[in-house]
């Protein structure tokens, strides 16, 4: 009987044991887990951070305009000059393919983009004018040429744009363009050809661009945009003399702007 209840004691006291053990267990912290992270679950923060270097491709479309003011001397007879100012002076539209490299920095700063950019451009800009003028009772006919191109455009800009959410930028741009413009303006007497005013130029042009465009960041290091540029290459002039008294100067006076519409795709380092 005694063997019997010491052995009930044993079992109730094993029993109590595990129940305090078991309760204790019940009784722990719970295990923290790390807070989901704030931004995609896909790419994660990296994706919406803008603070980085990048280099891209541009491709697009560039529209020129050429201004041509011809101003005669005074050695011109003055119907003459007057014949050559309003006939010589017209503007020349040109259009063509444009594309090139670039490469820039972003600093972002809550929902502010700010940065620079640098960019190298092939403009596909090339046309002329030809223009036939008849005799009146004091002119002699005249046969008018112009052209110019302009074959590519450097900018160095800085931008700055607003997040309207955490992958998509908007921003305007500007700074200083660069730019290769020649030009060819003549004009001939068609009744002695010997006699004409002639002159080519070539001159890189230091102007201005401002613009705007959008840009969205659909993975961790890449981003496309679509952007506009218009540049303004301002004034520069040539002069052309008379072949035979080397006294008829005209001053051929040439503005070039450009638009520029483009889409592009950049790698974020």
């Not at 490469?103 to 700063?109: D, Y």
Request: proline share 3%; aromatic share 12%; glycine share 10%.
């Amino acid at each position: 009987m005694r063997r019997t209840a010491l052995a009930i004691l044993a079992i109730v006291t094993s029993l109590a044991v595990v129940r305090t053990a078991s309760s204790a267990d019940l009784s722990l912290p719970p295990i923290s887990r790390a807070a989901p992270p704030a931004y995609g679950p896909v790419y994660g923060a990296r994706l919406y951070d803008w603070t980085a270097c990048y280099v891209g491709l541009n491709a697009g479309g560039v529209w020129g305009r050429m201004q041509n003011n011809w101003s005669p001397n005074g050695d011109f007879d003055s119907d003459v000059g007057s014949s050559l100012q309003t006939n010589g002076s017209t503007t020349i539209n040109a259009s063509g393919f444009t594309g090139g490299g670039e490469v820039g920095c972003n600093w972002q700063v809550a929902q502010v983009v700010a940065g620079v950019e640098a960019d190298f451009q092939y403009t596909g800009l090339d046309e002329s004018r030809d223009l036939f003028v008849p005799a009146t009772l004091l002119v002699a006919p005249l046969r008018f040429h112009e052209e110019f191109s302009s074959k590519w455009l450097a900018t160095f800009r800085g931008r700055l744009g607003w997040l309207i959410n955490p992958f998509v930028l908007l921003y305007a741009t500007g700074g200083l363009a660069v730019a290769n413009v020649e030009t060819t303006d003549s004009v001939i007497n068609q009744l002695n050809t010997a006699e004409f005013n002639t002159v080519s130029g070539s001159d890189t042009r230091a102007g201005w661009t401002v613009g705007a465009g959008a840009e969205w960041k659909f993975a961790a290091h890449w981003s496309v945009k679509a952007e506009y540029l218009y540049v303004n290459l301002g004034q520069f002039s040539t002069t052309s003399t008379d072949s035979l008294d080397q006294l008829g100067t005209i001053d051929h006076n040439h503005h070039l702007t450009e638009n520029i519409v483009r889409g592009g795709i950049n790698f974020h380092f």
